[in-house]
């Protein structure tokens, strides 16, 4: 079995500044553990729509991005959102990978923005 060595939510949030342009976050630390939050303007498409995300990556969890605008669940008139996990805070999170897809020795600047 190969060893994957972890990269520090620290190291993670100077990818994300170097590789994702226009973005702000932080790392944070409570008694609960460290926590990165990381908050972008993304377009999926270059004929699609602007979409605040949001970042939250706890040490030793797994990071889920949230919608914060526009809403989702407006646009969906009812129906039900696709690819989503569950919501935090009011604000649904995007199913982004299947498991074994991302693991803790992966930048979030490279999979899990670029996936949003």
């Known amino acids: 079995m190969i060893k994957r060595r972890t990269v520090s939510l620290t190291a ?11 973005g702000t ?10 926590r990165l939050r ?3 303007e993304i377009r999926p498409h270059v004929l699609g729509g602007r979409y605040d995300i949001e970042l939250r990556y ?9 919608v914060r605008s526009p809403d989702l669940r407006a646009m ?15 604000l649904p ?17 490279t999979t899990i923005v670029p996936w949003a």
């Open 12 to 22: 993670q949030l100077l990818l994300l500044r170097k590789l994702q342009r226009g």
């Open 25 to 34: 976050g932080a790392v944070t630390a409570s008694r609960t553990g460290r």
């Open 38 to 40: 990381w908050f972008q």
């Open 58 to 66: 706890v040490e030793c969890d797994l990071p889920l991005v949230l």
């Open 76 to 90: 969906a008139g009812g129906r039900k959102l696709p690819h989503t996990f569950r919501d935090v805070d009011g």
């Open 93 to 109: 999170s995007l199913c982004l990978w299947w498991i074994g897809d991302w693991n803790r020795s992966l930048p979030v600047a």
